[in-house]
């Protein structure tokens, strides 16, 4: 059987191509419309138009551009010197970055302040400890210093202790019963006892005598108080940390001594 000849395909574009064209014709007349009945204000348009250019560079030829980029079509910038533009941002006009120096202005002021509050914490615990050994009388035996950290009661070595011993005389047991009286009123403070000699004799063995006074007046205070030992520190200074001369008696005799560090309660040991 012979097979059919294929019948030829119709002439012409397709039926759909007609009718998108029939489309875009209608809105291209559309648009033209909408374009000749708007009115453009020039004015307005040039002051848009200045506004762009000195804002983000995009018509002018670059003049505007961050940096000294080229531009390269559109009012797009190579911007050759983007990294520094951006690591500049914030930066004043010294050099100085402006971020950086407002927070450091203000850790600086914040670290005042809580300086001077410390102060004001720590003259007052002097004042109250001031006035218990006045009233007891204990007042010439015990020098007084005070930082925004911790108030510092300062006791004479030759009042607590023999030459060359570490053992508690029993005339200071008067004086250290009074000394652990005001620790306790101030047992959630830390505290700090530290001993101190002078730097006649070997070295080493003022090391081993400071830290065995610093020993005997923490057990004292342990024995004589309710204070949490986990609150207290001792230690022995030795001859490291002299208040003066040691070429002097008078300056040997102001040197060997017990320094007890009460700090407040601002304080960050």
């Known amino acids: 059987m012979a097979k059919k000849k294929p019948e030829d395909p119709p002439k012409g574009a397709p039926l759909w191509v007609q009718t998108f064209g029939d489309l875009m014709n209608l809105l291209l007349c559309f648009f033209i419309m909408l374009y000749a009945m708007s009115d453009i204000d020039a004015e307005k348009y040039e002051a848009i138009a200045a506004s762009m250019s000195s804002t983000f560079s995009i018509f002018s030829s670059g003049a505007q551009a961050i940096g000294d980029g080229v531009m390269v079509g559109n009012g797009v910038s190579q911007l050759n010197d983007l990294a520094e533009y951006v690591n500049s941002l914030g930066v004043s006009d010294d050099g100085e970055d402006e971020t950086v120096t407002d927070s450091a202005d203000a850790a600086a002021q914040a670290q005042s302040e809580m300086q001077e509050q410390g102060l004001k914490e720590s003259e007052e615990l002097t004042e109250q400890i001031q006035e ?116 002097t008696e008078e300056g040997r005799a102001l040197n060997r001594r017990v320094v007890i560090k009460i700090y407040n309660e601002l304080s960050d040991y």
Request: charged share 20%; glycine share 8%.
């Open 132 to 247: 218990v050994l006045e009233e007891t009388g204990y007042q010439g035996m015990v020098d007084m210093n005070f930082t925004s950290q911790y108030v510092e009661l300062t006791l004479n070595g030759s009042i607590l202790f023999d030459s060359g011993s570490y053992r508690l005389k029993e005339e200071s047991f008067a004086l250290m019963d009074q000394i652990s009286v005001i620790l306790n009123k101030y047992a959630q403070n830390r505290v700090e006892i530290e001993g101190h000699t002078d730097n006649v004799g070997d070295f080493a063995m003022n090391d081993v005598l400071s830290d065995n006074r610093a020993l005997s007046v923490f057990n004292y205070v342990l024995e004589h108080t309710g204070l949490d030992p986990a609150n207290i520190v001792h230690a022995g200074r030795g001859e490291y940390v002299p208040v003066a001369d040691n070429s």
